[in-house]
Every structure is written in C-alpha cells, then in structure tokens.
C-alpha cells in the first residue's frame, strides 16, 4: 500500500498496518464536527492572511459541498486514507486543486481531532440533556396520574412501610436530575477550543483563537498546548455520567422486572415494550428492561476502557488515543437509546391495583407505627420496639395481619393500648403521617411534583 504523507519514506506500509491503523470505519461519523473546525479553521486563516483570502474562500466553499455530499450519502470514504480527518482533505484537494493544500496550515491532526470531538461530545450532552428531561416528564406524568396509589415500601426487598407509587417514581426523577447536572457541569469543561495548539506546542503563525472560538461556541481557548492535544478527562468523564445515568436506569429496569413477575404483579408492561417465548405460548418478558440492564455493564466497560486507554500515556498526543472513539461512541449510543425507549415505555405501564392492595396487607408494614403509637403513651421507643417484635411474632405463628388483631389482644402485650390504636393501622394514615419535607405524606408528595415541573421548566 502506498503511503500518506509519503515524502519521508521509501518503502510502502504493510497491508496489516492500514488494517490496524484505519479509523475511518468508525470515525467518518465526525465529519459534520470536523468540517465546522476546518471551516473556522480556514476563515481565521484567511483573516489573519495567513493563507491568501482567495484560497479562504475556496476551502471553505469546498468544505461546504463536501459537507453535503457526506449528508446525502455521496461521499466515498476510503480506509487507504486512514482518518475521517484524511478523507475529508484529500476530497478538498480533489475538489479545489493547490487551494485546499493551505487548510492544514498552522494545525495538526492532533488538535483537529480534539476540536472535532469535543464539538461531537457537546452536542451529545445537549441531546443527552433533552432525554433526561423527556424521561422525568414521563415520570411525573405517572406520578401525577398516581396519586392515589400506595405500594409497599422495601428495604433488604423486605415490606417495609408504605408509600405513595408517586413517592416512589419521583425518587427516580430526583437521580435523573443529578445525571443532568453531572453532564451540565461536565458541558463547561468540554467546552474549550484545544485548535491552536497543533502538534502540541502551539504554532509559529500569527493564529487569532478567540475568533475560532467565537465561531464555534466555545467558552474559552485551552490554556495549555501540550495538555489539549492530550487530554481525554472529558471523555472519561462522559463516559462515567453515562455509566451512572445507565445505573439508574439498570435499577428501575429491576423494579420493572420485579414488579411485573407474578409473584409481585404490581404492574403490566404494555405489549408494545414485551416479547413472547419461542416455546412457552403464555409467556410475557420484559426485554426492554432487561436489555437496558444488561447494556449498562457494556457502558461500564466503555468507562474502564478508557480509563485504561489513558493511564499509561505519556504526553503528548499518542496514537493509542484513536480507540476512544468507539468506546465514548458507544456509551453515547447506548445511553441515548435507552433513555429514549425508558421514556416511551412510561406510559405503557399499567399497575393492577388489587394486586397492590393485597401486597399492604402482609409484611406487617404497620409496626413502626405501632411502636411510634406506644411512644406517643410515654413507652420508650426502644421497649415499644421489643413490645411489638413479640407482637408480630404473635401474628406470624398465628396467620394473621396487625390490622386484624381485637384490642384484647393488643391489650395482652401492653394496656397501654386503647382503641384510638385502629386509627394507625391503615396505609392512609401511615402515609399521611410523615408529612415533613421529603416524606410520602400525599401533600408532600403533590408539592414535590409542582416543584421539580418547576425545575423541569427552569433547566
Ligand atoms: N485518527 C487519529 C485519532 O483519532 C487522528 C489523529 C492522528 N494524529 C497523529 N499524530 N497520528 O487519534
């Protein structure tokens, strides 16, 4: 195979090594994100008459018909020129003749391919950032829709105390919210033009930075040459908020599968979002849920592999750094879909309520409350708690539920009790009790949903 940049060389490169070597399989999907530096790139050039205005012009007018041919699939990427970066060049000067040799002036693939990508991750954080959103709106529509329901609370999968369903679907939104803040403060740190920098140690021409940064929306220009041609911090850091938005999602996956086994049956997942068995006619699965757990560890993989990829480098640009693209391509992928069916299949959960009910009645949920009521009648909580462990015991041995039980039999563990004791032993007033900033009490809950549609409307 002959060579690139072939000037240096005698003999031809192995056909292996364009094999190992080639990235344009993967990277060509850069190319909107390349063509906007090298057309920023070409229009500072012209005005800092580092090349000649006439060439300017032609390069960027070049780079603009390239960039159409690329969206209505008439490009033809070729693996003997390596890179997204390469092709594209190569096409220009085939386009525009010794014009377009002045674009690479005063740059470097190194930091041509930085800016590239850090444009690419931005805008992934924007979309990223209107799923997250589409997702929580999804969720406090159910909540919302909801209200009314109560479920067992678990811990340890446990019963534990009740709680409002709209309770438990906003503890999601809260998470979702973190994930959109994580990639908000990670979009600043990205958002840094490293173009400038070349190979790594700046370049001798008269460059003007702020104007390229200007064109492209970056918030500031990178301080430091050696450390922006070699720096991936921020795709590792992308990876990671990705990593931890799949876990989110990894877990409410469980729930889904939880909930809608018929040993739960809490809820259904409409048809659109399950799939049969090839042999059992009655079966129901939730794949969508378990696909999602299931990708989250491949997006754990993306993040160690890149934090692998890196820690060995030493500065500056090595060509190592190529294989974080499919990696940090993947984990963006893999999120934005997932977010993206997550949000659709909202709405096609129904919850059996009967179910529901019949699932309060066991795991005695009423005993915090029980010992809580002892201690409003002046028991320390510590005894209360021992006072209703037995009775519980009681219940247990003899197959009955707290709410079953006469006042004789209360009175047999302690005559503190009296009758206003049946007024704690319904999930509603369990429920509405822990009325407090954050608790499940129905009022509570209805601020909590005005308050993040507030915050969903402010982001
Ligand atoms: N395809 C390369 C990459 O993604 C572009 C940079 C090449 N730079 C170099 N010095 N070989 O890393």
Redesign the pocket.
């Known amino acids: 195979m002959s060579k690139l940049w072939g000037g240096r060389f005698e003999g031809r490169t192995d056909d292996l090594v364009e094999r190992l070597g080639e990235?344009v399989s993967f990277?060509a999907r850069l190319a909107p994100w390349d063509l906007r530096g090298s057309i920023a790139h070409a229009r500072m050039l012209g005005q800092q008459h580092i090349i000649p205005a006439r060439d300017a012009r032609a390069i960027i007018r070049g780079l603009q018909a390239i960039a159409k041919e690329i969206s209505a699939g008439r490009f033809t990427w070729d693996v003997a020129l390596?890179?997204?970066?390469t092709n594209i060049e190569a096409a220009l000067v085939r386009k525009i003749g010794d014009s377009g040799k002045r674009l690479h002036t005063a740059r470097?693939?190194?930091d041509?391919?930085a800016t590239a990508v850090r444009l690419w991750t931005r805008d992934q954080i924007d979309q990223i950032a209107d799923l997250l959103r589409a997702l929580q709106a999804a969720l406090i529509a159910f909540a919302e829709a909801h209200l009314g329901v109560i479920v067992p609370g678990f811990t340890h999968l446990q019963h534990a105390q009740p709680v409002l369903l709209a309770h438990h679907m906003l503890a999601y939104v809260e998470m979702f919210q973190r994930d959109a803040e994580r990639f908000a403060q990670l979009r600043s740190r990205v958002n840094v033009l490293p173009l400038g920098s070349a190979?790594l140690a700046g370049t001798p021409y008269p460059i003007d930075r702020e104007q390229v940064a200007l064109e492209l929306g970056f918030e500031a220009v990178s301080a430091n040459s050696m450390d922006a041609v070699a720096d991936r911090d921020y795709l590792i850091e992308f990876c990671a908020n990705a990593a931890l938005a799949m876990m989110h999602l990894s877990r409410f996956s469980e729930e889904l599968i939880l909930w809608s086994s018929p040993e739960f049956a809490f809820i259904e997942i409409g048809d659109a979002f399950t799939t049969g068995s090839s042999i059992m006619p009655q079966k129901k699965n939730p794949d969508v849920a378990e696909l999602v757990r299931g990708k989250t560890g491949r997006v754990y993989g993306d993040l160690m592999a890149l934090l692998t990829l890196l820690k060995g480098l030493p500065l500056t640009?090595n060509?190592d750094?190529?294989e974080?693209?499919e990696r940090v391509f993947d984990a963006a992928d893999t999120l934005q879909l997932c977010l993206e069916v997550f949000t659709r299949m909202i709405p096609a959960l129904s919850v059996n309520t009967d179910a529901v009910k019949r699932a309060l009645r066991q795991g005695f949920m009423e005993a915090t409350d029980l010992a809580d009521y002892l201690v409003t009648k002046g028991m320390p909580f510590r005894a209360a708690h021992e006072v209703i462990g037995k009775i519980v015991l009681y219940c247990a041995r003899n197959g009955k539920a707290l709410p079953d039980l006469s006042l004789e039999e209360f009175r047999g563990f302690s005559t503190l009790f009296d009758d206003r004791v049946f007024s704690v032993l319904s999930a509603e007033a369990i429920v509405r009790r822990r009325d407090h900033p954050g608790a499940t009490a129905p009022a509570r809950v209805r601020d909590a949903l005005r308050a993040a549609k507030r915050r969903l409307r402010t982001r």
């Open positions: 990235s990277d390596e890179d997204v970066h470097s693939r190194n041509q391919v190979a640009y060509r750094l190529q974080d693209k």
